[in-house]
Protein backbone atom coordinates (compact mmCIF):
# COMPACT_ATOMS: atom_id res chain seq x y z
CA UNK A 1 0.00 0.00 0.00
CA UNK A 2 1.12 3.61 -0.46
CA UNK A 3 1.42 5.79 2.42
CA UNK A 4 -0.82 7.89 0.66
CA UNK A 5 -3.43 8.62 -2.15
CA UNK A 6 -2.50 8.71 -5.30
CA UNK A 7 -3.70 12.02 -7.25
CA UNK A 8 -4.56 12.20 -10.68
CA UNK A 9 -1.48 14.03 -12.54
CA UNK A 10 0.56 13.46 -15.10
CA UNK A 11 -0.07 10.13 -16.85
CA UNK A 12 -1.71 8.85 -14.02
CA UNK A 13 -5.29 9.35 -15.31
CA UNK A 14 -4.17 7.40 -18.54
CA UNK A 15 -3.09 4.74 -16.90
CA UNK A 16 -6.16 4.66 -14.68
CA UNK A 17 -8.84 4.52 -17.89
CA UNK A 18 -6.67 1.86 -19.42
CA UNK A 19 -7.05 0.07 -16.22
CA UNK A 20 -10.90 0.67 -15.90
CA UNK A 21 -11.01 -0.72 -19.70
CA UNK A 22 -8.93 -3.54 -18.95
CA UNK A 23 -11.02 -4.28 -15.83
CA UNK A 24 -14.34 -4.08 -17.94
CA UNK A 25 -13.33 -5.94 -20.74
CA UNK A 26 -12.24 -8.92 -17.54
CA UNK A 27 -15.50 -8.65 -15.89
CA UNK A 28 -13.61 -7.28 -12.44
CA UNK A 29 -14.74 -5.27 -10.57
CA UNK A 30 -13.47 -1.40 -10.72
CA UNK A 31 -12.81 0.98 -7.87
CA UNK A 32 -12.76 5.08 -8.65
CA UNK A 33 -10.21 7.31 -6.71
CA UNK A 34 -12.99 8.85 -5.03
CA UNK A 35 -13.87 5.39 -3.63
CA UNK A 36 -10.36 4.57 -2.74
CA UNK A 37 -9.76 7.43 -1.31
CA UNK A 38 -13.30 7.48 0.85
CA UNK A 39 -12.33 3.83 2.02
CA UNK A 40 -9.02 4.01 3.41
CA UNK A 41 -7.93 2.09 1.12
CA UNK A 42 -5.12 3.42 -1.36
CA UNK A 43 -4.00 0.76 -3.71
CA UNK A 44 -5.19 0.51 -7.40
CA UNK A 45 -7.65 -2.40 -6.79
CA UNK A 46 -5.84 -5.59 -8.63
CA UNK A 47 -7.39 -7.79 -11.65
CA UNK A 48 -8.79 -10.73 -9.89
CA UNK A 49 -6.13 -13.82 -11.01
CA UNK A 50 -6.40 -17.22 -10.75
CA UNK A 51 -6.00 -18.68 -7.31
CA UNK A 52 -2.72 -19.74 -5.78
CA UNK A 53 -1.70 -21.38 -2.61
CA UNK A 54 1.54 -21.23 -1.25
CA UNK A 55 3.78 -21.24 2.33
CA UNK A 56 5.68 -18.50 4.30
CA UNK A 57 7.16 -19.85 7.08
CA UNK A 58 4.52 -21.18 9.19
CA UNK A 59 1.86 -19.02 7.48
CA UNK A 60 -0.45 -21.27 4.45
CA UNK A 61 -1.75 -18.80 1.98
CA UNK A 62 -4.85 -18.86 -0.46
CA UNK A 63 -4.72 -15.70 -2.81
CA UNK A 64 -6.97 -14.67 -5.47
CA UNK A 65 -5.88 -11.43 -6.34
CA UNK A 66 -8.73 -9.89 -4.75
CA UNK A 67 -9.20 -11.37 -1.47
CA UNK A 68 -5.39 -13.54 0.47
CA UNK A 69 -6.60 -15.95 3.64
CA UNK A 70 -3.76 -17.14 5.41
CA UNK A 71 -3.78 -19.63 8.42
CA UNK A 72 -1.05 -20.32 11.04
CA UNK A 73 -0.07 -23.69 11.59
CA UNK A 74 1.97 -23.29 14.40
CA UNK A 75 -1.95 -21.80 15.66
CA UNK A 76 -4.06 -25.17 14.48
CA UNK A 77 -4.62 -23.71 10.73
CA UNK A 78 -6.60 -21.11 12.44
CA UNK A 79 -7.38 -17.88 10.18
CA UNK A 80 -4.81 -15.22 11.27
CA UNK A 81 -5.92 -12.93 7.90
CA UNK A 82 -7.96 -12.32 5.73
CA UNK A 83 -7.07 -9.37 3.74
CA UNK A 84 -8.82 -7.55 0.62
CA UNK A 85 -6.87 -6.09 -1.68
CA UNK A 86 -4.21 -5.89 1.04
CA UNK A 87 -5.83 -4.85 4.17
CA UNK A 88 -6.30 -7.26 6.92
CA UNK A 89 -9.54 -7.50 8.49
CA UNK A 90 -8.74 -10.17 11.50
CA UNK A 91 -7.30 -9.49 15.19
CA UNK A 92 -5.06 -12.40 15.91
CA UNK A 93 -3.76 -11.02 19.12
CA UNK A 94 -3.31 -14.22 20.58
CA UNK A 95 -4.33 -17.63 20.92
CA UNK A 96 -8.16 -16.62 21.77
CA UNK A 97 -8.71 -14.51 18.49
CA UNK A 98 -8.96 -15.21 14.81
CA UNK A 99 -11.47 -16.61 12.63
CA UNK A 100 -11.56 -20.09 13.95
CA UNK A 101 -13.67 -22.99 15.99
CA UNK A 102 -13.82 -23.66 20.00
CA UNK A 103 -16.19 -25.72 21.56
CA UNK A 104 -17.97 -26.04 24.95
CA UNK A 105 -20.17 -28.45 27.23
CA UNK A 106 -23.10 -26.96 28.97
CA UNK A 107 -22.11 -29.30 32.14
CA UNK A 108 -19.19 -29.06 34.36
CA UNK A 109 -16.32 -30.82 33.28
CA UNK A 110 -15.44 -33.90 36.08
CA UNK A 111 -11.87 -34.10 35.00
CA UNK A 112 -11.55 -30.35 36.62
CA UNK A 113 -14.81 -30.53 39.00
CA UNK A 114 -17.11 -27.97 38.42
CA UNK A 115 -15.37 -26.00 36.50
CA UNK A 116 -16.96 -24.73 33.07
CA UNK A 117 -17.29 -22.87 29.79
CA UNK A 118 -13.45 -21.92 29.17
CA UNK A 119 -12.12 -23.16 32.35
CA UNK A 120 -14.09 -26.46 31.66
CA UNK A 121 -14.23 -28.68 28.35
CA UNK A 122 -13.15 -26.36 25.72
CA UNK A 123 -11.22 -27.43 22.66
CA UNK A 124 -9.85 -23.86 21.25
CA UNK A 125 -8.51 -24.38 17.78
CA UNK A 126 -5.89 -22.35 17.62
CA UNK A 127 -4.53 -23.11 21.38
CA UNK A 128 -4.72 -22.53 24.98
CA UNK A 129 -4.43 -19.19 27.15
CA UNK A 130 -0.19 -19.56 27.58
CA UNK A 131 -0.39 -18.99 23.78
CA UNK A 132 0.67 -23.07 23.38
CA UNK A 133 -0.21 -23.15 19.48
CA UNK A 134 -2.49 -26.23 18.32
CA UNK A 135 -0.59 -29.19 16.53
CA UNK A 136 -1.27 -29.45 12.74
CA UNK A 137 -1.76 -32.85 12.15
CA UNK A 138 -1.83 -33.11 8.87
CA UNK A 139 -1.92 -30.31 5.56
CA UNK A 140 -2.19 -29.86 2.22
CA UNK A 141 -1.90 -27.01 -0.51
CA UNK A 142 -4.12 -27.40 -3.27
CA UNK A 143 -4.51 -25.26 -6.43
CA UNK A 144 -7.49 -23.78 -5.27
CA UNK A 145 -7.57 -24.87 -1.79
CA UNK A 146 -5.89 -25.48 1.98
CA UNK A 147 -7.06 -27.95 4.47
CA UNK A 148 -5.82 -28.45 7.47
CA UNK A 149 -6.22 -31.45 10.40
CA UNK A 150 -5.48 -30.09 14.18
CA UNK A 151 -5.92 -31.53 17.63
CA UNK A 152 -7.01 -28.51 19.69
CA UNK A 153 -5.86 -27.83 22.96
CA UNK A 154 -8.11 -27.32 26.12
CA UNK A 155 -8.17 -23.47 26.51
CA UNK A 156 -7.48 -23.83 30.06
CA UNK A 157 -5.00 -26.59 31.05
CA UNK A 158 -4.06 -25.58 34.70
CA UNK A 159 -7.02 -27.19 36.42
CA UNK A 160 -6.89 -30.37 33.65
CA UNK A 161 -2.92 -31.79 34.52
CA UNK A 162 -1.02 -29.23 32.81
CA UNK A 163 -0.52 -25.02 33.14
CA UNK A 164 1.92 -22.48 31.89
CA UNK A 165 4.55 -25.02 30.84
CA UNK A 166 2.34 -27.74 29.36
CA UNK A 167 -0.55 -28.08 27.60
CA UNK A 168 -3.45 -30.16 27.70
CA UNK A 169 -5.17 -32.01 24.19
CA UNK A 170 -8.68 -32.09 23.81
CA UNK A 171 -10.32 -35.10 22.15
CA UNK A 172 -11.72 -33.57 19.11
CA UNK A 173 -10.52 -33.71 15.47
CA UNK A 174 -10.89 -30.42 13.28
CA UNK A 175 -10.46 -30.70 9.40
CA UNK A 176 -11.22 -27.20 7.73
CA UNK A 177 -11.01 -26.83 3.72
CA UNK A 178 -10.97 -23.07 2.63
CA UNK A 179 -11.43 -22.76 -0.97
CA UNK A 180 -11.48 -19.60 -3.46
CA UNK A 181 -14.71 -19.32 -5.33
CA UNK A 182 -14.16 -18.80 -8.80
CA UNK A 183 -17.59 -17.21 -9.43
CA UNK A 184 -17.07 -14.85 -5.88
CA UNK A 185 -13.80 -13.10 -6.28
CA UNK A 186 -14.28 -11.37 -2.79
CA UNK A 187 -15.06 -14.60 -0.85
CA UNK A 188 -13.58 -17.63 0.34
CA UNK A 189 -15.90 -21.00 1.40
CA UNK A 190 -14.65 -22.45 4.97
CA UNK A 191 -15.52 -26.22 5.47
CA UNK A 192 -15.38 -27.64 8.93
CA UNK A 193 -15.75 -31.34 9.82
CA UNK A 194 -15.74 -31.64 13.66
CA UNK A 195 -14.79 -35.30 14.82
CA UNK A 196 -15.34 -35.93 18.78
CA UNK A 197 -12.83 -38.54 19.72
CA UNK A 198 -14.37 -39.19 23.36
CA UNK A 199 -16.97 -41.27 25.21
CA UNK A 200 -18.36 -39.01 27.54
CA UNK A 201 -21.61 -36.91 26.69
CA UNK A 202 -20.89 -33.09 27.14
CA UNK A 203 -24.32 -31.35 26.93
CA UNK A 204 -25.95 -29.01 24.51
CA UNK A 205 -23.97 -25.50 24.53
CA UNK A 206 -23.59 -23.22 21.74
CA UNK A 207 -20.04 -23.84 19.71
CA UNK A 208 -18.13 -21.22 18.43
CA UNK A 209 -18.79 -22.56 15.06
CA UNK A 210 -16.87 -19.98 14.06
CA UNK A 211 -15.77 -16.99 16.20
CA UNK A 212 -15.32 -13.86 14.46
CA UNK A 213 -12.50 -11.68 15.72
CA UNK A 214 -11.53 -8.31 13.60
CA UNK A 215 -9.23 -5.30 13.69
CA UNK A 216 -10.00 -2.53 16.08
CA UNK A 217 -11.02 -0.19 12.95
CA UNK A 218 -14.16 -2.45 11.54
CA UNK A 219 -16.11 -2.08 14.40
CA UNK A 220 -19.49 -1.19 13.11
CA UNK A 221 -21.85 -4.36 13.21
CA UNK A 222 -24.26 -4.60 9.96
CA UNK A 223 -27.19 -7.01 9.44
CA UNK A 224 -30.50 -7.47 8.58
CA UNK A 225 -33.20 -7.97 11.21
CA UNK A 226 -36.63 -7.71 9.35
CA UNK A 227 -38.83 -9.70 8.67
CA UNK A 228 -38.98 -9.84 4.90
CA UNK A 229 -35.65 -11.79 4.53
CA UNK A 230 -33.89 -12.11 0.40
CA UNK A 231 -35.63 -8.58 -0.54
CA UNK A 232 -33.02 -6.31 -0.20
CA UNK A 233 -34.30 -4.40 2.66
CA UNK A 234 -33.20 -1.75 4.71
CA UNK A 235 -30.16 -2.84 7.26
CA UNK A 236 -29.07 -1.98 10.55
CA UNK A 237 -25.83 -0.89 12.14
CA UNK A 238 -24.50 -0.54 15.93
CA UNK A 239 -21.73 -0.94 18.09
CA UNK A 240 -21.53 -3.96 20.32
CA UNK A 241 -21.07 -3.42 23.83
CA UNK A 242 -17.59 -3.58 25.49
CA UNK A 243 -16.81 -6.44 27.55
CA UNK A 244 -17.72 -8.12 30.16
CA UNK A 245 -21.54 -7.18 28.37
CA UNK A 246 -22.71 -8.65 25.38
CA UNK A 247 -25.44 -7.38 22.97
CA UNK A 248 -28.63 -8.97 23.36
CA UNK A 249 -29.67 -11.46 20.66
CA UNK A 250 -29.55 -9.98 17.25
CA UNK A 251 -32.15 -11.08 14.66
CA UNK A 252 -30.33 -12.37 11.48
CA UNK A 253 -32.75 -13.97 9.21
CA UNK A 254 -30.25 -13.76 6.21
CA UNK A 255 -27.60 -15.39 8.08
CA UNK A 256 -24.89 -13.48 7.42
CA UNK A 257 -23.58 -9.91 9.85
CA UNK A 258 -20.33 -7.89 9.04
CA UNK A 259 -17.60 -5.90 10.78
CA UNK A 260 -17.00 -2.56 9.03
CA UNK A 261 -15.11 0.96 8.84
CA UNK A 262 -17.34 4.00 8.19
CA UNK A 263 -17.06 3.27 4.49
CA UNK A 264 -18.93 -0.42 4.80
CA UNK A 265 -15.59 -2.01 3.97
CA UNK A 266 -14.66 -4.81 5.86
CA UNK A 267 -15.68 -8.35 7.07
CA UNK A 268 -18.69 -10.01 6.06
CA UNK A 269 -19.71 -13.79 7.43
CA UNK A 270 -22.09 -15.82 5.91
CA UNK A 271 -23.72 -18.90 7.84
CA UNK A 272 -26.13 -20.93 5.80
CA UNK A 273 -28.31 -23.51 8.04
CA UNK A 274 -27.13 -21.50 11.03
CA UNK A 275 -29.67 -20.10 13.75
CA UNK A 276 -30.58 -16.85 12.36
CA UNK A 277 -29.34 -15.31 15.53
CA UNK A 278 -25.78 -13.25 16.69
CA UNK A 279 -24.63 -11.50 19.77
CA UNK A 280 -21.15 -9.83 20.64
CA UNK A 281 -19.22 -7.45 22.56
CA UNK A 282 -15.81 -5.28 22.05
CA UNK A 283 -12.79 -4.81 23.54
CA UNK A 284 -10.93 -1.82 23.24
CA UNK A 285 -7.32 -1.52 22.72
CA UNK A 286 -5.21 -1.07 26.18
CA UNK A 287 -1.47 -1.11 25.52
CA UNK A 288 -1.36 -1.47 21.96
CA UNK A 289 -4.17 -0.77 19.10
CA UNK A 290 -3.54 -4.73 17.62
CA UNK A 291 -5.42 -5.63 21.68
CA UNK A 292 -8.67 -3.81 20.39
CA UNK A 293 -10.98 -6.38 18.88
CA UNK A 294 -14.68 -6.70 18.05
CA UNK A 295 -16.18 -10.16 18.41
CA UNK A 296 -19.51 -11.87 16.85
CA UNK A 297 -20.91 -15.59 16.62
CA UNK A 298 -23.85 -17.23 15.87
CA UNK A 299 -26.13 -19.26 17.85
CA UNK A 300 -24.68 -22.65 16.69
CA UNK A 301 -25.87 -25.30 19.54
CA UNK A 302 -24.33 -28.99 19.84
CA UNK A 303 -23.97 -31.92 22.47
CA UNK A 304 -21.16 -33.64 21.67
CA UNK A 305 -21.10 -37.73 22.53
CA UNK A 306 -19.50 -40.89 21.70
CA UNK A 307 -19.67 -40.75 17.47
CA UNK A 308 -20.52 -36.89 16.69
CA UNK A 309 -19.24 -35.08 13.89
CA UNK A 310 -20.30 -31.77 13.36
CA UNK A 311 -19.72 -30.76 9.74
CA UNK A 312 -20.59 -27.70 7.79
CA UNK A 313 -19.95 -24.29 5.61
CA UNK A 314 -19.17 -21.03 6.22
CA UNK A 315 -18.52 -18.48 3.75
CA UNK A 316 -16.19 -15.36 4.23
CA UNK A 317 -16.28 -12.18 2.45
CA UNK A 318 -13.78 -9.04 2.22
CA UNK A 319 -14.27 -5.63 1.22
CA UNK A 320 -18.20 -3.31 0.49
CA UNK A 321 -20.49 -5.32 2.69
CA UNK A 322 -23.36 -4.52 -0.22
CA UNK A 323 -21.54 -6.32 -2.41
CA UNK A 324 -20.86 -9.16 0.02
CA UNK A 325 -24.72 -9.15 0.48
CA UNK A 326 -25.14 -9.48 -3.43
CA UNK A 327 -23.16 -12.45 -3.53
CA UNK A 328 -24.75 -14.12 -0.67
CA UNK A 329 -28.25 -13.42 -2.68
CA UNK A 330 -27.26 -15.24 -5.59
CA UNK A 331 -24.80 -18.20 -3.50
CA UNK A 332 -28.16 -18.51 -1.14
CA UNK A 333 -30.12 -19.85 -4.09
CA UNK A 334 -27.57 -22.51 -5.73
CA UNK A 335 -27.68 -24.01 -1.89
CA UNK A 336 -29.65 -26.68 -0.51
CA UNK A 337 -30.69 -26.36 2.79
CA UNK A 338 -28.96 -28.85 5.28
CA UNK A 339 -29.90 -29.17 9.04
CA UNK A 340 -26.63 -29.79 11.43
CA UNK A 341 -27.67 -28.64 14.49
CA UNK A 342 -30.00 -29.72 17.17
CA UNK A 343 -32.96 -27.85 19.10
CA UNK A 344 -32.32 -24.87 21.42
CA UNK A 345 -33.33 -24.74 25.24
CA UNK A 346 -33.39 -24.75 28.60
CA UNK A 347 -34.42 -26.74 31.48
CA UNK A 348 -36.16 -24.09 34.03
CA UNK A 349 -37.58 -26.59 36.79
CA UNK A 350 -36.60 -28.15 38.21
CA UNK A 351 -33.72 -26.13 39.98
CA UNK A 352 -30.52 -28.32 40.58
CA UNK A 353 -30.49 -30.65 43.36
CA UNK A 354 -33.78 -29.86 43.96
CA UNK A 355 -35.80 -32.29 46.61
CA UNK A 356 -38.60 -33.54 45.19
CA UNK A 357 -41.57 -35.94 46.35
CA UNK A 358 -44.69 -36.94 44.96
CA UNK A 359 -45.43 -35.42 41.73
CA UNK A 360 -42.35 -33.54 40.02
CA UNK A 361 -43.08 -30.81 38.20
CA UNK A 362 -40.67 -30.33 34.58
CA UNK A 363 -40.47 -27.57 32.33
CA UNK A 364 -38.50 -25.35 30.26
CA UNK A 365 -38.78 -24.41 25.92
CA UNK A 366 -37.23 -25.47 23.14
CA UNK A 367 -36.59 -24.00 19.90
CA UNK A 368 -35.08 -25.25 16.55
CA UNK A 369 -34.34 -23.77 13.10
CA UNK A 370 -36.72 -25.19 11.68
CA UNK A 371 -38.93 -27.66 14.32
CA UNK A 372 -38.96 -29.22 17.47
CA UNK A 373 -40.23 -33.11 16.81
CA UNK A 374 -40.26 -34.35 20.91
CA UNK A 375 -38.98 -33.87 23.86
CA UNK A 376 -38.08 -36.81 26.03
CA UNK A 377 -37.54 -37.15 29.48
CA UNK A 378 -34.84 -39.56 31.49
CA UNK A 379 -34.20 -40.44 34.82
CA UNK A 380 -30.78 -42.05 35.38
CA UNK A 381 -30.22 -42.12 31.71
CA UNK A 382 -33.39 -44.69 31.32
CA UNK A 383 -35.99 -42.87 29.26
CA UNK A 384 -39.27 -42.38 31.52
CA UNK A 385 -41.72 -40.44 29.20
CA UNK A 386 -42.41 -37.67 26.74
CA UNK A 387 -42.75 -34.07 27.47
CA UNK A 388 -45.87 -32.42 26.18
CA UNK A 389 -44.20 -29.75 23.81
CA UNK A 390 -46.51 -26.28 22.16
CA UNK A 391 -46.80 -24.26 25.44
CA UNK A 392 -47.36 -21.00 25.26
CA UNK A 393 -43.84 -18.86 26.02
CA UNK A 394 -44.12 -15.43 24.75
CA UNK A 395 -41.13 -14.77 27.12
CA UNK A 396 -38.67 -16.61 25.08
CA UNK A 397 -39.78 -14.43 21.92
CA UNK A 398 -38.44 -11.44 24.30
CA UNK A 399 -35.11 -12.53 23.79
CA UNK A 400 -35.29 -14.73 20.79
CA UNK A 401 -36.76 -12.38 18.28
CA UNK A 402 -39.24 -13.67 16.03
CA UNK A 403 -39.41 -17.24 17.71
CA UNK A 404 -42.23 -18.96 17.54
CA UNK A 405 -44.62 -18.51 20.81
CA UNK A 406 -45.45 -22.44 21.05
CA UNK A 407 -42.21 -23.67 22.10
CA UNK A 408 -42.31 -24.35 26.14
CA UNK A 409 -42.43 -28.21 27.60
CA UNK A 410 -44.04 -29.72 30.74
CA UNK A 411 -44.18 -33.50 32.28
CA UNK A 412 -45.05 -34.96 35.98
CA UNK A 413 -42.43 -36.81 36.77
CA UNK A 414 -44.44 -39.24 39.40
CA UNK A 415 -41.09 -39.87 41.95
CA UNK A 416 -42.85 -42.63 43.42
CA UNK A 417 -41.90 -45.00 41.43
CA UNK A 418 -38.31 -44.32 41.81
CA UNK A 419 -36.01 -45.28 45.09
CA UNK A 420 -35.18 -42.30 47.42
CA UNK A 421 -31.78 -40.81 46.94
CA UNK A 422 -29.84 -39.25 44.16
CA UNK A 423 -30.73 -39.23 41.19
CA UNK A 424 -29.88 -37.60 37.65
CA UNK A 425 -32.77 -35.65 35.38
CA UNK A 426 -32.35 -35.59 31.94
CA UNK A 427 -34.16 -33.74 28.94
CA UNK A 428 -33.30 -34.17 25.17
CA UNK A 429 -35.07 -32.39 22.59
CA UNK A 430 -35.20 -33.56 19.08
CA UNK A 431 -35.84 -32.02 15.49
CA UNK A 432 -37.52 -33.02 12.63
CA UNK A 433 -34.07 -34.45 11.29
CA UNK A 434 -33.46 -36.15 14.35
CA UNK A 435 -30.69 -34.38 15.93
CA UNK A 436 -31.27 -34.22 19.74
CA UNK A 437 -29.76 -31.73 22.00
CA UNK A 438 -28.84 -33.51 25.19
CA UNK A 439 -29.45 -30.30 28.10
CA UNK A 440 -27.62 -30.39 30.95
CA UNK A 441 -28.52 -33.04 33.32
CA UNK A 442 -30.06 -32.31 36.64
CA UNK A 443 -29.15 -33.50 39.76
CA UNK A 444 -32.00 -33.95 41.78
CA UNK A 445 -32.99 -35.77 45.69
CA UNK A 446 -36.22 -37.69 45.74
CA UNK A 447 -37.44 -37.84 49.14
CA UNK A 448 -40.68 -40.15 49.39
CA UNK A 449 -42.05 -40.82 53.13
CA UNK A 450 -43.02 -44.56 51.41
CA UNK A 451 -39.49 -45.05 49.06
CA UNK A 452 -40.08 -47.36 46.18
CA UNK A 453 -38.47 -50.11 46.26
CA UNK A 454 -37.60 -50.59 42.71
CA UNK A 455 -33.88 -50.42 41.72
CA UNK A 456 -32.03 -47.84 39.71
Known amino acids: MLDKPFKLRGLRPFLVLIYIAASILLGSVVWNSSQI ?38 WGGAIVEFAWHGVNFVNAYDTGREVQAAFYDGDAYPPCGDCRDGFGWDPVQAGDAHKHGSPVLAQKLGSDFLYTKTRPHHWYPDNKGGGKDQPVPGDVDIEQWVTAMAEYPSGMKLHYKITYLGRDQHANHVQEFPAVYVNWDFGKFVHYDGSAPWTSGEVTSLTMPGRPKRSPMLYTPEHWGAFVNDQGIGLTVFTPGQYPYVSGWKRPPDATKDSGTHYFLFEAPFSFGSGSVLEGDIYLFGGDYKEARRAIYSLEKSLTPRDVFPPLGVVDQPKPHSKSNGSLEISGWAIDNPEVSQVKVYLDNRFVGAATYGGSRPDISAIYPHAPIGTGFR ?46
Do not use: C
Open 37 to 74: KQSGIYAMAAVPTSPRTYQEGSRLYLDNGTVKVGLESS
Open 411 to 456: YKLDTTQFPNGAHLLGINAEDKAGIVAVFPRIPIEIENANPSTKSN
